[in-house]
C-alpha cells in the first residue's frame, strides 16, 4: 500500500495548461480503470473531480481532464483560472478492496 | 443534497480510544459504500477503512488494521470509526466520505484526532 507518486507542485500563469502525474504499478494504477483525482482547497474537504480515469462528475468543467498510460495516470487543467490553485491527490484502486491515495501535488497559479 | 456530518473528534493520549461518527442525509444511506479518510497536519491524504452498504465487509488500511473498527448503523444513518490503541501518527483530520462509481463524490468537513501527553 505505498502511496502513488505525483510531483510536489506544479504551475501555470492564468489560461495555460498544467499536467500533473499519478505513478503507480501494475497492482493499483496500472491493474484498473478505478482511477480518480480529487481537487483539496485549503481548510476544505476533497472535491472528486475524475473518476473512472477519465470521466467527469456534474458540474465540474471541462477544463479538467484526464488520462492514463500504463502505471500513470494524468490530470491536465487547461485554461488555468486563479480557482484552480489547490491541492490535487489521485486515489487508485489497488485490489483486494484497498485504495492508495497520491502523495498530493499543489499547483499555483502564477 | 447529499450531506455527512463527523463528530466526535478530541484530543487523547497515547494509547487512549475515541469513536468518531458520521451522520448521512440527502440521499439513500443505505446504498452505499462507506470510507474513512484522514490527513495529517500539513500532509497529503490517507485512505483509512471501507464499509460496505450492509455493514457485513470491512477494509482496512495496514497502519490501522487490528486497532481501528469501522461499523455502520443504516437505521441511524451513521457511520462509525473505532479507535483504539491511539499513536501520536495518528493526529488528523478524519473525513467520511461516500462512494460512487469508484470515487467519492461526498465528503463531510472532518472532524480532528489530536493524540499527544
Known amino acids: 500500500q505505498s502511496a502513488l507518486t505525483q510531483p510536489p507542485s506544479a504551475s501555470g500563469s492564468p489560461g495555460q495548461s498544467v499536467t500533473i502525474s499519478c505513478t503507480g504499478t501494475s497492482s493499483d494504477v496500472g491493474g484498473y480503470n478505478y482511477v480518480s483525482w480529487y481537487q483539496q482547497h485549503p481548510g476544505k474537504a476533497p472535491k472528486l473531480i475524475i473518476y473512472?480515469?477519465?470521466k467527469r462528475p456534474s458540474g465540474v468543467p471541462d477544463r479538467f481532464s484526464a488520462s492514463k498510460s500504463g502505471n500513470t495516470a494524468f490530470l491536465t487543467v487547461s485554461g488555468l483560472q486563479a480557482e484552480d490553485e489547490a491541492d490535487y491527490y489521485c486515489?487508485?484502486?489497488?485490489?483486494?478492496?484497498?485504495?492508495?491515495f497520491g502523495t498530493g501535488t499543489k499547483v499555483t497559479v502564477l | 443534497e447529499a450531506q455527512l456530518v463527523e463528530s466526535g473528534g478530541d484530543s487523547v493520549q497515547p494509547g487512549g480510544s475515541l469513536r468518531l461518527s458520521c451522520t448521512g442525509s440527502?440521499?439513500?444511506?443505505?446504498?452505499?459504500?462507506l470510507t474513512w479518510v484522514r490527513q495529517a497536519p500539513g500532509k497529503g491524504l490517507e485512505w483509512v477503512a471501507n464499509?460496505?452498504?450492509?455493514?457485513?465487509?470491512?477494509f482496512y488500511a495496514d497502519p490501522v488494521k487490528g486497532r481501528f473498527t469501522i461499523s455502520r448503523d443504516n437505521d441511524k444513518k451513521s457511520l462509525y470509526l473505532q479507535l483504539n490503541n491511539l499513536r501520536a501518527d495518528d493526529t488528523a483530520i478524519y473525513f467520511c466520505?461516500?462512494?460512487?462509481?469508484?470515487?467519492?463524490?461526498?465528503w463531510g468537513q472532518g472532524t480532528l484526532v489530536t493524540v499527544s501527553s
Open positions: 466520505a461516500r462512494y460512487w462509481r469508484w470515487g467519492c463524490d461526498y
Open positions: 440527502g440521499f439513500t444511506f443505505s446504498s452505499y459504500w
Open positions: 473512472e480515469v477519465t
Open positions: 486515489k487508485s484502486y489497488g485490489g483486494y478492496n484497498v485504495y492508495v
Open positions: 464499509i460496505n452498504q450492509y455493514g457485513s465487509e470491512k
